[in-house]
C-alpha cells in the first residue's frame, strides 16, 4: 500500500468519525423541517435509577390451589399481561420481572407517583362473569353454572362506537370463554337480560343483554361509562382481573428523576475523565500505536452508544454504566496486548512490519479467549439475573462483543494503513530492541554475550543467503 493510499483512508476514516461523534452527541435542530434531531446517547432508553419513576412489589398467590406449578404458570402469565397492558399505556420502557417465586416487580421510568401506577393496572383482584346475582366468589370452584374467569379474557380496550357515538369497551374472549359467553347471552335474552361482573370483592358490576352474542368478544357501553376516562376507568378494572395470579402490594418507592439525573451525569464526567487519561497513558506508553488505538477506541465508544440506543430491550441504569465502563477497559486492554507483543518482536530483532504482523497473530488467541469467557459470563447473568443485573450484563455483553471488534479488526486495519506511512522509526512507536543485542547488520543481529563465553551469531528469518 502506497503512503498516498494510507493519507486518503486515514483522512476519510477522520471525516466518517467526525461525523459519528456529531450524530453521537450533538442535538440540533433540522433546517427546513420541525424535527430536532438528538443524537443517539439522548436516545437511550433509561432505567428507573437514572431517569426516576415508580417501582411496587406484588407478592403472588393462587387461592384455592397449593400446586407450585401452576402458580408458576400463573406468575409467568401475569407477568405477560402485565407487560403487555404497560405497553399499551405507551410505557415502552417499564420492566416487569420475577423475584423469587411469588414476587413481581414493576418498574415505570418517568412516574413521579405510585398512584399513577395503580391507577394504570388497577387493584389486582379476581374476576369472574356469569348469570348468578348472588355468586360467592369464594366457592367459585363449586360453583356449577356457566361462568368465566378472569384467563377467558384476551384483551379489553377502550373503543368509540361510530353508530352509536358512546363510548365503550371492548373484551375478546379465547374460544373456550367465546362458547361459554355466547350460551349465556343466549340464556339471560331469554330470561331477565342481566349479566354480572364480580371483580374482587366488590359489589358486581351489571350488564343488560338483549340478545345472544357471538364471534367470541363484546361491546359494553352505557350506565356508569359516559365518556373516554370512564371507559378507561372501566377497561383498568376489568384487566385487572385478568391477571391468573392474585397480587397483594407489598412494597412500593418513588425514585426522584433529579436523583437519576445527577447519578446519570456524575457517570459520564466519571467515564469521559477515565477515558482521557486512558487515552494520555497510551500515547506516552505506545507512540503512534496509541494514536491508533485512541482512534480505535473512539470508534469503539460510537458504535457502542448507537448499538445501546438501537437494540429494543436495552435499557441503561447505572448497573449498565458500570458494564460500558468495564467493557471499555477490556477494549484498551486488548490493544495493550498487541502493542506488548509487538514490541517483544521487535525487542528480538524483528523488523517493525514482521513485528507487527507476528505481533497481531500471537495477541488474537489471548485477547479471543478472555473476551470468549466474559461473553459466556454476561449470558449466564442476564438469564439468572434480578433487573440490576440483567442491565449490568447486557451493556457489558454489547460492550465485549463491539471490544473485540474494535480490537481485532479495527485497530489491525488501522495499523496496516499506518505501516507504509512509518515503517523503520522505531521511536515514533516507543519501539526498542532489547539490551542484549550488541548491534544489527542489515539482515543480521549479533547477539553479546550474556552467560557463554563466545558470542551467538542469529540471522534474521526475513533473510537469506546474506553473509554475517
Known sequence: MSKKRSIWKFSLLGVLVVIGLVLTFAS????????NYNGFINSIPLGLDLSGGVSAVYEASLSGTSNTKDLNGAVESTISRLENMLYDEGFSEATVVRQGE???????????????????????????????KNLNVNKVSEYEGDILSGANITAVNVQYNNQDKVYGVSVDFDNDGGQTFTNMTDKAAQGDKKIYVYIGNDDPLELTCESK???????????????YDSAK?????????????????????????TLGKDALLYGLIAAGVAIFIVMVIMYL?????GLLAN??????IILTVFFLQAIPFVQLTLPGIAGIILSIGMAVDGNIIIFERIKDEYASGKKIPLAVKNGFKKAFWPIFDSNITTIFA???????????????????????????????????????????LNSTNAKRLRLKRSKYLAQEVEGAEIVGEVSAPEAEIVVSEEVTNEKV
Open 233 to 257: 376507568e372501566y377497561a383498568t378494572r376489568l384487566m385487572s382481573g385478568t391477571f391468573s395470579a392474585s397480587l397483594e402490594l407489598i412494597d412500593n418507592s418513588v425514585v426522584s428523576a
Open 102 to 132: 411469588r414476587r413481581i416487580r414493576i418498574e415505570v421510568p418517568n412516574l413521579t407517583d405510585t398512584s399513577e401506577l395503580f391507577d394504570i393496572i388497577g387493584k389486582p383482584a379476581s374476576l369472574y362473569i356469569t348469570l348468578d
Open 378 to 420: 454476561s449470558i449466564i447473568l442476564y438469564i439468572l439475573g434480578t433487573a440490576s443485573i440483567k442491565g449490568f450484563a447486557l451493556t457489558l455483553l454489547i460492550g465485549v462483543v463491539l471490544s473485540m471488534f474494535s480490537t481485532l479488526v479495527v485497530t489491525r486495519f488501522l495499523a496496516k494503513w499506518y505501516l507504509p
Open 28 to 35: 440540533f435542530p433540522v433546517a427546513g423541517t420541525y424535527f
Open 213 to 227: 352474542i357471538t364471534g367470541g368478544s363484546t361491546f359494553i357501553s352505557g350506565g356508569s361509562i359516559a365518556d
Open 295 to 300: 482512534l480505535s477506541l473512539v470508534i469503539y
Open 285 to 289: 506508553r505506545y507512540g503512534h500505536f
